[in-house]
């Protein structure tokens, strides 16, 4: 039985958000009242970030079981444990010519993007199921997107990357299953849409404000809102 205060709290997990998209959901939900324990692997600019933005740092490594392991122990050591898991952590890999990619390159960014949120979610199930509303946010791209990636009118239909666009399309399936055999949480992933940030070179039109508003919608959702659905700014994305 938790205090009636803790209820009225919500604990906010976000993997890779010392900068980019991670750290403007982390200053977002914090601005909403969201208590945020900010994801990192690098523990000198995770704590700035963290320090910056008023979260709570945590070391975490999506590739790392042990990393992984540790801050769920300590998530579950927190009053009010953990509400909403933001599985923002991704990278990007090779880009061009798909003949150059090799079994380990998709290997290395599987391991992040697909693999890194299998581990964490599984991890923090526990404390999530403990929520009076539990919330899965998983970042996934339009270029995971078979209706985005085909359609020409769509830039991401020329974007070459074969190891990245397959990952994403992964998560997409993983939220689907997840929301499927989870009944009494909201999960749901989102396309962030092409946002400046390191991930690109900073060459995306949108500001990370904007590249994090599905994002932030969805991790403030109700008990009544909706699971397995692949979400942007603009509403549904096509699978
Ligand atoms: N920017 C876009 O246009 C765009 C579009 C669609 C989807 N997305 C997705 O949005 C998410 C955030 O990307 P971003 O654009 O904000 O890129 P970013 O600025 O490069 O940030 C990526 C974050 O992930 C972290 N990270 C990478 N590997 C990690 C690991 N093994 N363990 C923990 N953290 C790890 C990075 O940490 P370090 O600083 O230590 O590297 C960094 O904090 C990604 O999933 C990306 O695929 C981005």
Redesign the pocket.
């Known amino acids: 039985m938790r205090d009636w205060y803790l209820d009225r709290m919500t604990n906010t997990l976000i ?10 959901t982390a200053r977002r939900l914090i601005a909403l009242g969201h208590t945020v324990y900010l ?4 523990p000198e ?2 704590q700035a970030a963290a320090e910056r933005l008023g979260a709570r740092f945590v070391q ?5 079981d042990a ?1 992984v392991a540790a801050v769920a122990a300590l998530l579950g050591e927190q009053p009010g444990g953990l509400d909403v898991l933001i ?6 890999g090779t880009i061009g010519d798909p003949r150059a990619a090799t079994a380990a390159d998709v290997r290395a960014v599987y ?3 697909v693999f ?1 949120i299998v581990r964490v979610t599984q991890a923090m199930l526990p404390l999530l199921e403990r929520s009076q509303n539990p919330v899965i946010v998983n ?5 995971g997107s078979f209706g985005v990636v085909l359609d020409p009118n769509r830039m991401e239909s020329r974007v070459p990357a074969l190891a ?1 666009c397959s990952s ?1 399309s992964a ?1 997409t399936m993983l939220t689907v299953q997840y929301a499927k055999g989870l009944p009494g949480m909201r999960i749901n992933v ?11 070179h900073h060459s ?1 039109p ?1 500001t ?1 404000e904007q ?1 994090t508003d599905a994002i932030v919608r969805l991790a403030t959702i109700g008990k009544d809102g909706p699971s397995g659905t692949f979400q942007d700014a603009a509403g549904t994305v096509p699978w």
């Open positions: 993997t890779g958000a010392n900068k980019g998209l991670g750290y403007e994801g990192a692997r690098d600019r995770g975490l490594d999506v590739t790392n990393s599985n923002n952590a991704g990278i990007a391991e992040t993007n890194g970042v996934a791209s339009g270029l990245y994403k998560v989102v396309d962030p849409g092409y946002t400046a940030t390191d991930l690109n995306g949108q990370v590249g």
